[in-house]
């Protein structure tokens, strides 16, 4: 047996981050009995590091392995820690419990003769600028690149529920990218979602936990592009979801919802300019709670890493830049400046609307929900150390989150005593992240 040997480049590269934040975990100034509510500014330190292995036999070979120690609550212990999961914090004194995760895992690899490449294992994946799927799974993906086309398939195993009585869930994929001669790119993307089983199967993600019904499919359809005309830069994306639920109660559930996300900046050295909106459909506070929904549901977005104020029910009040909303309308101005080679300094102001009534609160179609107000440093300490601070304020409009005395307050699912106002909500963070 003849086997060809190669020798092997191995590379090394990786980040080490420690992080510290405040913010104010409440909105309101009431409880559902009308008691005051006792100061909850909570902070918190966390510390992570990311190492990618790269085992490259030539420049159509590799493996790709990247390990995460993190994210590591201060002081957390088990159960409490800021990730939810057991066991696995290591943050309380003595520092001794497992921490240890795989991020990535894959082999990447350029079939021979024809122009086709396969990635096989456990991978990032992006759709678009990430509102439907942004996240590492359990992937297959095979591409082509023919310029000026990139096409390819993919399938995402979410749950694998075997020959047990439990969900069974995949996303099967396409997308087919084209570059528009200079001045950028425009894409499509589709995704079926099937579950295979019986009865209902809780599936935990690392963002969040979702309720996987026997014979759920759904799909998702998206449209992108990013152009750029000096010195404007343009950045677009329109989403469509649709999906359909056999609950266990026996009743039937269709679901489906848009979002659209327009960016439009210039940039006129040292400073860029822009303004975005972002709409996003929604009927309730709960996505699976009628027989009819109308709101926008991700597979899996971004976890929140930017500076964001307030998670209400179903109103994701995230930063506009990356992150998955719903029952929402926003529209937000910002500047970036980059004054010197090591300093980068951003600002933004967006304000927020209801797509739909809340039922929660009973505010309605329309009714405005704040402002928010952020700030983003970046100082580039040396090189290879970044200290980055980020800030934000949110001005909340009581005639949405303010509860009246006899009204239904969500928060706890019970009758407000007396009113129940909203406060303004805060968030600061400071980062330092070392590249190596």
């Not at 004194?93 to 497992?98: I, K």
């Not at 921490?99 to 991978?123: F, H, S």
């Not at 099967?172 to 089983?197: E, K, P, Q």
């Not at 026996?250 to 040292?270: F, M, S, T």
Request: hydrophobic content about 40%; overall charge negative.
């Amino acid at each position: 047996m003849n086997m060809s040997a190669m020798a092997t480049e191995t590379k090394f590269d990786g980040e080490l981050r420690v992080r510290g934040e405040l913010f104010d975990e409440t909105g309101q100034d009431k409880d559902n009995n009308g008691a005051g509510i006792n100061d909850r500014t909570a902070s918190l330190w966390d510390t992570r590091m990311r190492l990618q292995v790269d085992f490259m036999a030539s420049d159509n070979l590799k493996g790709v392995y990247q390990l995460e120690i993190g994210d590591i609550t201060w002081g957390g212990t088990d159960d409490a820690a800021e990730n939810r999961r057991d066991d696995r914090d290591g943050g309380s004194l003595g520092t001794d419990a497992v921490n240890l995760e795989t991020r990535q895992l894959y082999i990447d690899a350029d079939v021979p003769a024809v122009p086709l490449n396969v990635k096989l294992g456990l991978m990032q994946l992006t759709l678009g600028h990430g509102f439907v799927f942004d996240e590492t799974a359990a992937a297959l993906l095979i591409s082509a690149d023919i310029d000026p086309v990139k096409t390819g398939l993919f399938t995402l195993k979410a749950a694998e529920g075997g020959l047990k009585d439990s969900g069974d869930v995949d996303y099967y994929g396409l997308f087919v990218n084209t570059m528009l001669r200079d001045i950028g790119s425009a894409g499509v993307f589709g995704v079926y979602g099937l579950t295979r089983g019986s009865g209902l199967e809780e599936v935990g993600y690392d963002s969040f936990d979702a309720t996987v019904y026997d014979k759920y499919d759904a799909y998702w359809l998206g449209m992108t592009a990013d152009i750029a005309i000096d010195p404007f830069v343009v950045a677009f994306e329109a989403d469509h979801y649709g999906a359909d639920y056999d609950r266990d109660s026996g009743k039937d559930l269709d679901a489906a919802g848009w979002l659209a996300y327009l960016d439009v900046g210039a940039n006129l050295q040292p400073v860029k300019l822009g303004i975005a909106g972002l709409y996003a459909t929604g009927n309730n506070n709960n996505v699976i709670g009628d027989e009819d929904s109308k709101a926008f549901r991700p597979i899996l977005p971004t976890d929140p890493e930017d500076a964001c104020v307030v998670n209400w029910d179903n109103l994701y009040l995230l930063d506009i830049t990356g992150n998955v909303v719903s029952n929402l309308v926003s529209g937000k101005l910002y500047a970036e400046a980059v004054p010197t080679e090591v300093l980068k300094v951003g600002v933004s102001t967006q304000g927020y609307w209801l797509e739909k009534q809340a039922k929660a609160t009973g505010a309605g179609n329309g009714d405005f929900i704040g402002t928010e107000v952020d700030l983003d440093v970046a100082y580039n300490v040396y090189d290879q150390l970044t200290y980055e601070i980020e800030a934000a304020y949110m001005f909340t409009d009581n005639d949405v989150w303010g509860v009246e005395a006899g009204g239904f307050n969500s928060v706890d699912d019970g009758i407000a005593a007396e009113d129940i106002n909203a406060e303004d909500l805060w968030f600061l963070s400071h980062k330092l992240i070392y590249h190596f």
